[in-house]
C-alpha cells in the first residue's frame, strides 16, 4: 500500500498532468511570449485542476448513474471506500485520468486547429529543412554575423535540438560547383579554393536554401 503522503504526491501530479499537455500542444502552434516559471507553473495548476475537476465530476455522474460506484458512501469515507473497493476506485481513477489527458489534447488541438505547427517537439528545423533525405539535395546560402555569405552545398548538419553553439553545417563543393563567398562590404562572389566549410551555428544570421532532385552523390 503507498503511503498516503505518497499517494497525495501522485495525486497531484496526475492532475497537473493535463495542464502540462496544454501548455506543450499551444506552443507547437502559437507562438508564445517569454514568461517566468511562476507564471507557466500557474498555468499549469490552473488549467490541470480545471480539466482534472471536469473529468472526475463527468466519470462520477456515468458511474454513479450506472451504479459502478456508491456516490454517497464515497463522499463519507472516500478512503475507506477505496480500500474495500480497489478495483472500481482505480477504474474511476483510469477513466479520469483518460478523460483528462485526452480531452485537454482534444481541446487544445481544436481550438488552434486554424495554426499550422510552428515546430516539432524533438525536432529542430534545421533537421526538417537542412537534413539528409534520399531524394533531395540542398543548395544553402548562409548570412554569417560577421557579414560574411558563404553559399554551398548541404553536405552535413547537426539535426539534433541543441542550443546554436552546439550546431554545425557543413557545406561543399559538389556538382561542379566551388563554395561561394561573399565578405562583407563587397558585390563581388569568389569562388572558394576549400573543399568544404564549417559552420558553428553561432555564427549564423540567416539560411536561405533551395531543393534539387536526387542526392549530392547520385
Same mark, same amino acid.
Given at each position: ?15 497537473i ?7 506543450r ?37 456515468? &458511474?454513479?448513474?450506472?451504479?459502478? =460506484?456508491e %456516490? !454517497? #458512501? ?7 471506500? +477505496? *480500500? ?61 554575423r560577421d ?6 552545398w ?9 542550443? &546554436?553553439?552546439?550546431?554545425?553545417? =557543413?557545406? %561543399? !563543393? #559538389? ?7 561573399? +565578405? *562583407? ?34
Amino acid at each position: 500500500m503507498l503511503p498516503s503522503s505518497l499517494l497525495a504526491f501522485v495525486v497531484v501530479a496526475a492532475s497537473i498532468t493535463p495542464g502540462y499537455i496544454w501548455v506543450r500542444v499551444s506552443e507547437t502552434r502559437v507562438a508564445r511570449p517569454e514568461r517566468t516559471q511562476l507564471l507557466e507553473l500557474a498555468e499549469l495548476i490552473i488549467v490541470g485542476a480545471l480539466a482534472s475537476s471536469l473529468s472526475f465530476l463527468s466519470v462520477l455522474s456515468l &458511474a454513479s448513474w450506472f451504479n459502478f =460506484v456508491e %456516490v !454517497r #458512501a464515497l463522499a463519507d469515507d472516500g478512503t475507506t471506500y +477505496a *480500500l474495500e473497493n480497489p478495483s472500481r476506485s482505480l477504474g474511476v481513477f483510469v477513466a479520469v485520468l483518460g478523460l483528462a489527458y485526452g480531452g485537454t489534447w482534444a481541446i487544445a488541438r481544436l481550438v488552434h486547429r486554424d495554426r499550422p505547427p510552428i515546430f516539432e517537439h524533438g525536432s529542430s528545423a534545421w533537421q526538417v529543412m537542412l537534413g539528409y533525405n534520399p531524394g533531395r539535395s540542398v543548395y544553402a546560402t548562409v548570412d554569417l554575423r560577421d557579414g560574411t555569405t558563404v553559399a554551398g552545398w548541404v553536405h552535413i548538419c547537426t539535426v539534433e535540438p541543441y542550443p &546554436a553553439e552546439r550546431r554545425e553545417l =557543413v557545406l %561543399v !563543393r #559538389a556538382r561542379g560547383e566551388a563554395i561561394k563567398i561573399r +565578405a *562583407l562590404g563587397s558585390a563581388e562572389i569568389v569562388d572558394s579554393p576549400d573543399h568544404f566549410v564549417i559552420i558553428n551555428g553561432a555564427d549564423v544570421v540567416t539560411i536561405g536554401a533551395a531543393y534539387f532532385s536526387g542526392a549530392l552523390g547520385d
